[in-house]
């Protein structure tokens, strides 16, 4: 059966999905420029313009399944002083940009959420979170009706980063996550690994294909998410 309100999260979805891609891959680039590589930066990557990151298929997952990836980053690690180390930080620099704009998005959610209650004398922000998911906004007056729709928006914004963030840490190629773990291997079993990496990629998305993984990366991502928000709770002015 048709759901306009799954409609309405989609379709305010959508810049949240281009804005956390772009913002992360830029984020790889920006990384590896500071560190003396100027690949990403002669290749017009050190931009927010989605169009220069964008992996269609991997928009098309974002949006649906809430992991995706974008169109990888050049780097050359032999500009680094300390490759591995350096590989290390540019790995990070992506899933790290995402968990900082989930912050942001969760301290402007209850922000938002404060202008709502003083309207509607909403309950609590928990009540308003999953009302957000399920209640559609048709039939609110106009300035209700704008403070929901951005609620939504900042909610899907924030979980978005933290899925994405999630999916890039797990380690395993080509994800940001394995050239973390790398660093922490020895040689020889690093070399082990990069020589079955195509055999590993395969079958990783064929687990995500089949969604063997949806549980772990969804009870992963909900986990980060409410730390996240209790992190923001903390700070006295949003204790309601």
């Known amino acids: 059966m048709f759901d306009p309100n799954q409609l309405v999260v989609i379709l305010l979805s959508i810049p949240g999905v281009f804005l956390a891609l772009s913002v992360h891959e830029c984020a790889h680039g920006y990384m590896s420029w500071r560190l003396g590589d100027p690949t990403a930066r002669n290749l017009g990557r050190l931009t927010l313009n989605p169009i220069k990151h964008i992996d269609p298929i991997g928009l098309i997952c974002m949006i649906l399944f809430r992991f995706g990836w974008a169109k990888p980053v050049p780097i050359n690690a032999r500009y680094y002083k300390k490759p591995r180390r350096d590989m290390v930080l540019v790995a990070a620099a992506g899933p790290v940009s995402n968990l900082l704009m989930s912050l942001v998005a969760v301290v402007m959610l ?12 909403a309950a609590s922000f928990y009540m308003l979170w999953y009302g957000a998911m399920t209640v559609t906004p048709f039939d609110m007056d106009g300035v209700t009706k704008f403070v929901f729709l951005l609620f939504i928006f900042l909610q899907q914004f924030a979980m978005l980063n933290v899925s994405l963030a999630v999916f890039n840490l797990i380690p395993i190629p080509p994800l940001d996550g394995s050239k ?8 020889k079993a690093y070399f082990s690994i990069v020589r079955y990496e195509n055999v590993i990629r395969i079958v990783f998305f064929a687990l995500l294909f089949f969604g063997a993984l949806d549980g772990f990366l969804g009870d992963a991502s909900i986990w980060l998410l409410n730390k996240i928000i209790y992190l923001v709770e903390l700070l006295p002015f949003f204790r309601f």
């Open 180 to 187: 973390i773990i790398y660093m922490f291997l020895p040689t």
């Open 110 to 121: 209850h922000l938002v959420y404060l202008l709502y209650s003083l309207k509607t004398g």
